[in-house]
């Protein structure tokens, strides 16, 4: 049994083949793969793209979603052994995840980082609980990476692209009024290098780096592919003839925790919005963000509604790699 918690967990050609699925179920998108099972969506978070696609996607497939809100209408967990539950918790996970598998086929989990501690939210340890205590297989929904938008992203680019390797990726750090989640930006580095593309990370200064690991991870699938992972302070080189610019903001880890010292850093570069003069540096470039985006703060309705924005491609393409996944993960 697999779970699937991060691609760094799986190869290359593993994720090619799902994306194959994935393919075959954007043209036939009924299908009885999940006849009689179901799936447990267990959300600590807010969700849109997440929730629908997993849901509707069970549902096209021939099966159950349940969704469960923990603290809301299921009851609140504790994750730490030896804790003494005294607080609010009145759930262990390691009970929870026993028995969502006695009753579903797979686990679904959305758990956001806690913003206080980047060393202890690292470890990912909600869903790293789950997947430890599980008998099925856990799916990670978006914790401090997002593999399954990894994968809507990958699909779309093949369909604007075919073959990958050796396009230019620009992964551009954009501003928001406040430091949000690294996990698409992780996510992002990762996927477009293990798929052989020639990849900038574009930020402000090297405050705002991803976390070694998944630099490091970038870094290897770069040189694996014959690159080498480039990082850039500027905005006009970068941009230059690239051909897939990728958007995303996220907090600077050196203040994670102690995010009003960066306000005045980032509230500095708000410049870094993707507009159509950025734009016109590229080679004809697609742009995509995960969505959702704060049009003129992170990019400007002209870059959001022109033609070569893919961002909603990018977002029904979540639909079929999340059945290309269940799939997956149910035939194993």
């Known amino acids: 049994m697999r779970h699937f ?68 209408d299921a009851w609140p967990l504790a994750y730490d052994f030896g804790a003494v539950m005294d607080g609010t918790a009145e759930e262990h996970v390691a009970e929870a995840a026993q028995v969502l598998s006695r009753y579903c086929d797979l686990i679904a989990v959305r758990c956001f980082p806690a913003f206080q501690n980047w060393e202890l939210d690292r470890e990912d340890k909600v869903i790293n609980a789950f997947a430890e205590h599980a008998s099925v297989p856990v799916i990670n929904m978006e914790t401090i990476v997002h593999p399954c938008q990894e994968l809507a992203l990958a699909m779309t680019m093949q369909e604007q692209f075919g073959n990958l390797e050796n396009r230019k990726f620009v992964l551009t750090w954009t501003y928001h009024p406040r430091p949000l989640n690294t996990a698409v930006a992780n996510s992002a580095l990762m996927i477009a290098t293990k798929m052989g593309m020639d990849v900038t990370l574009l930020c402000p200064s090297e405050d705002y780096l991803l976390d070694a690991r998944f630099m490091e991870a970038a870094q290897d699938y ?48 708000q410049h870094f919005i993707v507009d159509e003069k950025k734009m016109a540096l590229t080679n004809k470039a697609r742009f995509s963000h995960c969505l959702p985006l704060r049009r003129n ?28 996944l269940m799939t997956t993960l149910l035939n194993q």
């Open 5 to 72: 918690l991060s691609t760094e967990d799986w190869s290359g050609v593993e994720i090619a083949q799902m994306l194959e699925v994935a393919t075959q179920l954007k043209r036939q998108p009924l299908q009885t793969t999940m006849q009689g099972k179901s799936i447990a969506l267990v959300f600590f978070n807010n969700s849109l793209r997440t929730r629908t696609s997993f849901e509707i996607g069970a549902w096209q497939l021939g099966g159950k979603a349940i969704v469960l809100n923990p603290g809301k």
């Open 222 to 269: 770069s040189a694996a592919a014959g690159h080498q992972l480039t990082v850039s302070h500027d905005i006009e080189s970068a941009y230059a003839n690239a051909e897939m610019v990728y958007a995303k903001s996220w907090g600077a880890l050196p203040y994670f925790g102690r995010w009003e010292e960066e306000k005045p850093i980032r509230d500095a570069c």
């Open 297 to 324: 703060v992170k990019a400007t309705d002209v870059v959001m509604d022109a033609d070569y924005c893919i961002a909603i491609d990018e977002a029904e393409n979540r639909l079929h790699v999340q059945k290309a």
